[in-house]
């Protein structure tokens, strides 16, 4: 029976160092690149097919694991991507073959789930359940703050946009210039607002 060794700073799977034939899939289904995914007890590095390190993620630094191995074959995951062009950090889909889709689930199935989903903006801990288990932050509580910010600032676009259209008004000519878009972006941003306030709860 396969065990857990878990701590604030580290986790580790019991596994034997495995190494699966990997890809980056598109959003359209198709692949490219000849990648390799080597997954340890201690957490997995993506290669090139030169052999170099593109990514190195310790379990306990995942972030925002999606995992569709079974249902897609493929997994993504935020982290740094390191590139001829310098180290950025953005979302990583990685894909494996169709016949070793099984065993990477399997090792998948061994994370304890404060791995899957979202960190909290506050402290970068772990949200299970929309709370926080580092500070007890509610996730729904952030988006309602994150939703009146989007509100006031929306406001404050929109009625510049209103006052601009106003000033340009020329009452002679019959005239007036549309800021079209300082408008719909205000608007478009108090109406993302309201609905993060409608569906946030309260904290």
Partial sequence: MSTLLLSEKEIKIDI????????????????????????????????NKKGNELSVVPWHEL?????????????????KLMLATGTTIRPIRIGV??????????????LPTDLFGHK???????????????CGETFSGQQRRKGIRMM?????????GILLTYATYNETRGTVFVFYGAILIGAGMIIGGLIALIFGTRV
């Fill in 16 to 47: 034997e160092p495995t190494t699966f034939r990997a890809y980056s899939p598109s959003v359209f289904g198709g692949k490219s690149g000849n990648l390799t995914l080597d997954v340890t007890a201690d957490g997995f590095r993506l290669l």
């Fill in 63 to 79: 972030e925002d694991l999606k995992n569709a191995i079974r249902e897609k074959g493929h997994f993504t995951y935020r982290g």
């Fill in 97 to 110: 073959d169709p016949e070793e889709r099984e065993r990477l689930a399997q090792i998948f199935d061994k």
């Fill in 120 to 134: 909290c903006a506050s402290c970068g801990g772990p949200i299970v359940d929309n709370v926080c288990k580092s």
């Fill in 152 to 160: 006031t600032i929306g406001s404050v676009i929109l009625l510049i």
